[in-house]
């Protein structure tokens, strides 16, 4: 994820003595416990959390419904929608708007949660299957990005969802500072990621890179590691990888060519290693480059924002590919990219540039539920 200017999140700690915890693992101990499934999965369904006005203002809120309303639109053809709605009051107003949008409530839910902001990616609940392949909520901690922005009430969310569907978690808040945004899986054993994210004093001070490892082992299922320096300090994320890089599926890198990387100020030692990437079994991804847009940003309201947008952070639902468009050229040639990587899915344009004005895109505000064996 890559958002570069205010945003964000504020937490509650607070876990049902029911559940487990994981507050003394020893990182040697690294035997795969959990998987996580890689994004294109078949889901049960996806989570947002809805734009409101209690952290931002009105403003914030009212430029960034219409992206949330076309999520939303797109995605209930093939999957549920669970939206977590700060209060009842913002529940009605979220009805209000898919209901004039003419959106279907049969496959949407809500939850009354109070959030700080949108970027449930990063905050929220982590779904991964234990051994017997069952589903298990993973609560990794979340502190604003290294504690740029409130966080309290988003780091919560995950075990409020645990709690409201009744499913096991596993708490890792003292385990390990885990966005969702800063880890991509392939779904066969590799994971790639950025250390300016994870490995990073704002988040996990003193934290070593095998014992990062260890912990992915043993919660994500990840059995090789692809780490990419990044750049911490450049935006709010310390560069999160599912900026500029992601597993199209388990054979595919979607990245983009070395002009844009230096663009996105990815450094060049970062650049030789994505292209040069192999997967478990040192067979080397399928590489896709997506273009950066053509022009700098410009939101609906007229802000320049002086910088391009990336389609990378695009998100894999059932039978639909949101993809972030820009008003831009290249949204047709990025939406074309895509969609032949997806031939049995719909891609599906999603204007986010007033999401993008805060530094964000589409897959840093869905989060996948995997569907239940």
Known sequence: MNKMLFLM??????????????????????????????????????????????????????????????????????????????????????????????????????????????????????????????????????????????YQNCNAIPAKIANDQNKEKIDLNKVMINEGGAIEIDGNGTLLATKSAILNNNRNPDMTQAQAEAIFTKYLGGTKYIWLKGKAGLEITDMHIDGFARFGNTTTLVTMNEDDLLDWQVPDEDIRTLYAATDKNGIRYNIVKVPLTQNDVVTTYGKKLGYKGSYVNYYIGNKKVLVPNYNDPNDA?????????????????????????????????????????
């Open 9 to 150: 999140i504020s937490i509650l700690t607070t876990f049902s003595s029911c559940q487990k915890s994981e507050e003394n693992y020893q990182p040697a101990d690294s035997a795969i416990m959990y998987t996580m499934p890689e994004e294109s999965a078949p889901h049960e369904g996806t989570w947002l959390q809805w734009p409101h006005q209690y952290q931002y203002g009105i403003t914030y809120r009212n430029r960034l419904d219409d992206t949330w309303v076309k999520m939303t639109q797109a995605l209930v053809e093939s999957e549920n929608v669970h939206i977590v709605a700060f209060d009842d009051a913002e529940k009605k107003r979220i009805m209000h708007l898919l209901d004039k949008a003419g959106i279907p409530l049969t496959n949407v839910d809500f939850k009354i949660h109070q959030t700080d902001d949108v970027w449930v990616r990063d905050n929220g609940p982590i779904y991964v299957r234990d051994q017997k392949g069952q589903l298990i909520i993973e609560d990794w901690g979340f502190n604003g990005w290294g504690k740029k922005a409130a």
């Open 333 to 373: 040639v990025a939406n074309k990219i895509i969609q032949s990587l997806y031939p049995d899915r719909t891609v599906v344009g999603i204007d986010v540039r007033d999401l993008y004005a805060n530094g964000g895109m589409i897959h840093c505000v869905t989060q996948q539920q995997p569907k239940d064996k």
